[in-house]
Each structure stands twice: as structure tokens, then as C-alpha cells.
């Protein structure tokens, strides 16, 4: 079936870091792929996505490719903010209805 | 405006009380969704609504029991809930498309706490 695999968190880093979360997924088709942002006490917010292979999702300073070859959707912004800290999921649908998550990802930025 | 409310954001209940959690979406979207998310976890399915008839259940008690009363209106009533219930309730919606890969759109959640 299909799954969705993330880094294990917490990831802590200091603010204007690099930061990657690494998502690799396994599906039969062609997904579509999306990275979901949930802040403390708060519900799910999409942050960017990606329908097909070579496709880039952007949005904040975020930025995802949709990698077929390496089965893989890697996140990463060039310069961290406090706000950014939060948790992050990574997910995929198809063609079911269904979204399917990873365990998701807690990054804490330190000023 | 890609905007999906709920409301009650927190509730606490009893055991033998009857409670209700609502949706809404102003979006056009056809599918909507319920998901029940434990701390520190992903979201787990609970129901989907297509077209305003309900198309997925994962196997969800009973004592849950989703209503959709028109296309952008999604209830889910509560009746003698267990204290491993308290959960965040998500719920979320979405475009129908022929070939899948719909993005969904969530909202605030709603915080229930079971006595």
C-alpha cells in the first residue's frame, strides 16, 4: 500500500539555519504530493504542493521537488524564522479520497 | 478564500452527554472530510462525504455518527463517548477530480476533552 516516511524529529536549529525535512514515500501511480504546517494548538494548513514528477511546490521561503526517480519529496528553506517553528507532515494522495501522512516532523528555530 | 471553520473549538464532555461538532466551507467543494488527530501523531481518517453521501467509513464506533445536511455543512455527532476519545477533531474539504490527487483544505479543529 502506499506510505509516506519522514526524518524523525525534533530538529532543532538556530534561526537563519538551513533547514531540509526528508520525505520519501512509496505508491503505485502518480501521487500527488504535499507538505502540511500545524502550529502549536492549531489544525492543518497546506503549505505547498506538487501533482506531478519535476514539479516544484513553493510558498514562505519553502520549497519541495517531486523527485520520481528517488521516490522522494524533500522540504527545505535557505533561512529559518522563530515562527517557523512548528510541526510538518508530509503526505500523498491518489486517486481514493484517501490523504495518506508520515509521522511528521517537530522543528524547533532558536533565536 | 480558502477558508474551512469549526465549531465548537473546545468541548468537554461527559460520558452520557450528546454533543455535536460543525463544519462549514464556502469553497464549492464536494468532499469533506472528518479526521480524529492524538497528540503527537498524524491525522487518522474517521469519515468522507462525496456529494453529500457518505463514501468512506474507517471502521469507525458507532458512538460517532457524521451527518452531511448539504454541500457545505458537515456535522459529527457525539453520544456516550469514552475518555480515550478526547482527541483534536480536524475537519477538511476538497475539489472531486476525475483523476484524484485533490488537495485538502483544513480547518481550526476542534479540542474534545472526555470525562
Request: charged content about 20%.
Amino acid at each position: 500500500g502506499n506510505s509516506v516516511t519522514q526524518m524523525e524529529g525534533p530538529v532543532t536549529l538556530s534561526e537563519e539555519a538551513f533547514l531540509t525535512i526528508n520525505c520519501t514515500y512509496t505508491a503505485t501511480g502518480y501521487p500527488s504530493l504535499f507538505w502540511y504546517v500545524q502550529y502549536p494548538g492549531e489544525g492543518l494548513q497546506l503549505l505547498l504542493k506538487a501533482t506531478k514528477a519535476d514539479d516544484k511546490g513553493s510558498n514562505k521561503g519553502f520549497e519541495a521537488t517531486y523527485r520520481k526517480e528517488t521516490t522522494s519529496f524533500h522540504l527545505e528553506k535557505g533561512s529559518v524564522q522563530v515562527s517557523d517553528s512548528a510541526v510538518y507532515f508530509c503526505a500523498l494522495t491518489d486517486s481514493s479520497y484517501k490523504l495518506i501522512f508520515g509521522s511528521g516532523t517537530r522543528l524547533l528555530v532558536r533565536p | 478564500d480558502t477558508e474551512v471553520t469549526q465549531t465548537p473549538k473546545h468541548l468537554v464532555m461527559g460520558m452520557t452527554n450528546k454533543k455535536s461538532l460543525k463544519c462549514e466551507q464556502h469553497m464549492g467543494h464536494r468532499a469533506m472530510y472528518w479526521y480524529k488527530q492524538k497528540a503527537k501523531k498524524p491525522p487518522e481518517l474517521m469519515f468522507v462525504y462525496s456529494y453529500e453521501k457518505l463514501s468512506i467509513n474507517e471502521s469507525v464506533p458507532s458512538r460517532f455518527s457524521p451527518e452531511c445536511p448539504n454541500s457545505s455543512l458537515l456535522n459529527l455527532h457525539l453520544h456516550a463517548l469514552q475518555p480515550e476519545d478526547s482527541a483534536l477533531y480536524l475537519c477538511a474539504s476538497s475539489q472531486i477530480l476525475a483523476g484524484g490527487g485533490e488537495t485538502q483544505y483544513f480547518g481550526p479543529g476542534t479540542r474534545l476533552l472526555v470525562l
